[in-house]
């Protein structure tokens, strides 16, 4: 079908700003549960419209090819990064605050994101080397796997994300002091480019409610709200029309 014919029914949902009341758990929203929940958010959005995308792309425009497939394959290496970062330093700060006494549980929980983490980390890997395939071969088929790989990860990052803000966040907000997720991010060592970094903030932002949205920003050190302000915000709105044919939510 000719992408002039699309209705708005069939286009991707653009996503809109939440409010506090639409995006509220029943826990305390600490800095360490507003950044995992706004993360999970975009990442999960993300991957589900790029699925939805790769259906109307034309399998040889290699233009096209090309921003879909590094879309995907800065999103995998986004969340392989956090998965890193909670591995390493924030489920053990969290497990150094956590009373003797429910430590036990809280270890059984833990293992279990980790066996949840390891198979999505290989699935997003996949994603990756099937992202590659689409971009040198340029075919319906190759365009296709592409796309049901995007859709079995989206299902995947749903399950696990609504898993550990089930599971997770919870104890984050009750025993994580916020010294510890301060040290959490000072230890994070990020592999993605300033512009990443800036794009990355940017979908972060987008649909996050304004309480969040003003953690985030608050949580930046001041060279980066200034790149932000300067030139990230910009950038990112010029490569969300790139990607989806619409400006950002905000």
Same mark, same amino acid.
Request: aromatic share 4%; glycine share 2%; net charge positive.
């Given at each position: 079908?000719?992408? +002039?014919?699309l209705t708005r029914a069939t286009l991707p949902r653009?996503?809109?700003?939440?409010? /506090?009341?639409?995006?509220? $758990?029943?826990?305390?929203?600490?800095?360490?549960?507003?950044?995992?929940?706004?993360?999970h958010q975009a990442v999960r959005r993300e991957v589900?419209?790029?699925? =939805?995308?790769?259906?109307? &792309?034309?399998? %040889? %425009?290699?233009?096209? @090819?090309? =921003?879909?497939?590094? #879309?995907? %394959?800065?999103?995998?290496?986004? *969340?392989?990064?956090?998965?890193? @970062?909670?591995?390493?330093?924030?489920? /053990?700060?969290?497990?150094?605050?956590?009373?003797?006494?429910?430590q036990d549980a809280v270890r059984v929980v833990v293992?279990?994101?980790?066996?949840?983490?390891?198979?999505?980390? #290989?699935?997003?890997?996949?994603?990756?080397?099937?992202?590659?395939?689409?971009?040198?071969?340029?075919?319906?088929? +190759?365009? %296709?796997?592409?796309?049901?790989?995007?859709?079995?990860?989206?299902?995947?990052?749903?399950? #696990?994300? &609504?898993?550990?803000?089930? =599971? $997770?966040? !919870?104890?984050?907000?009750?025993?994580? /002091?916020?010294? =510890?997720?301060?040290?959490?991010?000072?230890?994070?060592?990020?592999?993605?480019?300033?512009?990443?970094?800036? *794009?990355?903030?940017?979908?972060?932002?987008?649909?996050?409610?304004?309480?969040?949205?003003?953690?985030?920003?608050?949580?930046?050190?001041?060279?980066?709200?200034?790149?932000?302000?300067?030139?990230?915000?910009?950038?990112?709105?010029?490569?969300?029309?790139?990607?989806?044919?619409?400006? !950002?939510?905000?």
């Amino acid at each position: 079908m000719n992408a +002039a014919v699309l209705t708005r029914a069939t286009l991707p949902r653009i996503p809109s700003p939440r409010t /506090p009341v639409e995006d509220s $758990l029943s826990l305390r929203s600490t800095a360490a549960v507003a950044y995992q929940r706004v993360l999970h958010q975009a990442v999960r959005r993300e991957v589900r419209m790029l699925a =939805e995308l790769t259906q109307w &792309a034309v399998a %040889d %425009d290699t233009e096209r @090819t090309s =921003e879909l497939t590094r #879309h995907a %394959d800065l999103v995998a290496r986004l *969340l392989l990064q956090h998965h890193a @970062t909670e591995r390493e330093h924030l489920w /053990p700060a969290l497990f150094r605050n956590i009373p003797t006494s429910k430590q036990d549980a809280v270890r059984v929980v833990v293992a279990d994101w980790t066996s949840r983490a390891a198979l999505l980390d #290989h699935q997003l890997r996949d994603l990756s080397t099937v992202a590659r395939q689409w971009a040198v071969a340029r075919t319906l088929p +190759a365009r %296709d796997g592409f796309a049901r790989a995007c859709s079995r990860v989206a299902d995947a990052v749903d399950a #696990h994300t &609504a898993a550990e803000e089930a =599971e $997770l966040l !919870p104890l984050l907000a009750t025993y994580l /002091p916020e010294d =510890e997720w301060l040290a959490v991010r000072r230890a994070t060592r990020s592999s993605l480019s300033g512009r990443e970094q800036m *794009l990355v903030l940017g979908l972060a932002l987008e649909d996050a409610c304004a309480i969040d949205r003003a953690r985030l920003l608050a949580g930046l050190s001041r060279p980066a709200r200034t790149a932000w302000r300067v030139a990230g915000r910009r950038n990112f709105r010029a490569a969300v029309v790139r990607l989806r044919g619409a400006p !950002p939510a905000a």
